[in-house]
């Protein structure tokens, strides 16, 4: 049994990459996980293409008009879904990562707008939900505080595939919290 009241000493980056944002007429295409401890020092990670019919991701970026503005990556994601994994094999993976690397402790996801790939996480890797903390550290409250608060802006690429935008979650943190470590400016 998991002990939902212990304390984190790891962190479960994740992202993933999907037709859309609902959880129940979308489906994943792309997850990337990264473990790290609280200072930021990598200890694990993960990625993998999700195999998914074709039909259905065409159909569903076409009705999604956000993938109008990444050309690139939507023609990417097309043409490796024949390479894929099967969802339940990467669900499996995910959960075996988790298991070596948090043991009993509850893994805590983390990332930017985190719950939204948290419901796909339910949707389509129920095993795998279990396995998580029921808090989350999202990145983009960070950004709304220092936004509103304090006026700091962070700038990242809008690159949106799983493993960068790890990348940029933790770097975008570390630039909140190295502001802090320097004292507000003004304010």
Do not use: C
Not at 2 to 31: Q, R, S, Y
Not at 102 to 113: K, W
Not at 146 to 165: C, L, S, T
Request: aromatic letters at 12%; zero cysteines.
């Amino acid at each position: 049994m998991i002990d939902k009241k212990a304390i984190p000493t790891k962190l479960l980056w994740m992202d993933l990459e999907m037709t859309g944002l609902d959880p129940n007429e979308d489906v994943i295409l792309e997850v990337a996980a990264e473990i790290t401890d609280f200072n930021f020092k990598t200890l694990a990670n993960y990625e993998a293409i999700v195999s998914q019919p074709k039909e259905v991701v065409v159909d569903r970026m076409q009705k999604n008009t956000w993938w109008a503005d990444y050309p690139e990556n939507r023609d990417e994601f097309v043409s490796k879904l024949a390479n894929g994994k099967p969802s339940q094999q990467v669900e499996g993976e995910l959960i075996s990562l988790i298991e070596q690397q948090f043991g009993n402790e509850p893994a805590l996801l983390a990332g930017n707008s985190i719950h939204n790939d948290r419901n796909f996480i339910k949707k389509w890797w129920p095993q795998l939900d279990l396995k998580l903390h029921y808090r989350m550290l999202d990145v983009s409250a960070w950004k709304v505080f220092m936004q509103g608060k304090y006026g700091v802006q962070f700038e990242k690429k809008e690159i949106h595939r799983a493993f960068d935008d790890i990348q940029a979650s933790i770097a975008e943190l570390q630039h909140y919290l190295e502001w802090f470590a320097h004292g507000p400016q003004d304010g």
